[in-house]
């Protein structure tokens, strides 16, 4: 199975401001993907980091918004930019295991924006 | 592009099995996962199921899967205080788009 550290685990931002969030993976993968988990909600893909390309978004996220770096195989960052309220979610970083067939995820980042 | 559906909330006392139950609407779906949030925390992954298998059984946990109603179960015998928590049913169709039902929440009394 992959390990995946998520940095930070939580934080309080203010409106306006951005946040940086970490995902470092224990094994070279080559696919990675963000999600974000609103209050009381299920998990919505935002984007997938391929290392060597730009990130792949769902319909209703824009690289503007989140801009995502794929800088290698084991690692990706996800920003959340000029936040305001509705943007208070967990965010979670997910990769497939060898073989495709096991998604893993990391602990997830709770962001309160204020 | 694919449908999860889940019952929100379900409640067993301790000792008892628990079935949760999910629904999916892409017949493509290669593999169907179980994952397990508790409070606070990220998703566990569980089990998954094929979608060439009819069951898959690890320790306390039994998933079915019903391809031609495209039901999926996961029951877990002996249900103790420490399962409860959010049980997310999802389903991985082409390559790697994952979709997620909305969640179980169960909650288990002693």
């Known amino acids: 199975s992959a390990v995946i550290s998520q940095k930070p685990s939580r934080d309080i931002c203010q409106r306006g401001t951005s946040l940086t969030i970490q995902c470092q993976v224990d094994?070279?993968?080559?696919?990675m993907f963000w999600y974000r988990q609103q209050p009381g909600q299920s998990l919505t893909l935002i984007a997938t980091a391929n290392q060597g390309s730009e990130a792949t978004y769902e319909s209703g996220f824009v690289i503007d918004k989140f801009p995502i770096s794929r800088p290698n195989l084991t690692f990706s960052t996800l920003t959340v930019s000029n936040m305001s309220p509705e943007d208070s979610s967990i965010y979670l970083c997910?990769?497939?295991?060898?073989?495709?067939?096991?998604?893993?995820f990391g602990q997830g980042t709770r962001l309160t924006v204020v | 592009g694919e449908d999860v559906e889940q019952s929100l909330f379900l409640s067993v006392r301790e000792g008892d099995s628990s079935v949760i139950n999910c629904t999916y609407t892409?017949?493509?779906?290669?593999?169907l996962y179980w994952y397990k949030q508790e409070p606070g925390a990220g998703l566990q992954l569980l089990t998954y199921i094929f979608s060439n298998m009819d069951m898959k059984q690890d320790q306390r946990l039994t998933v079915l899967l019903n391809k031609k109603d495209k039901h999926l179960s996961l029951r877990i015998a002996d249900t103790q205080t420490g399962d409860s928590a959010i049980y997310f049913c999802a389903g991985l169709s082409g390559y790697s788009t994952l979709t997620f039902g909305k969640g179980t929440m169960l909650l288990v009394s002693p």
């Open positions: 094994s070279q993968v080559t696919m």
């Open positions: 997910s990769v497939l295991g060898q073989g495709s067939t096991e998604a893993f």
């Open positions: 892409d017949s493509s779906s290669t593999y």
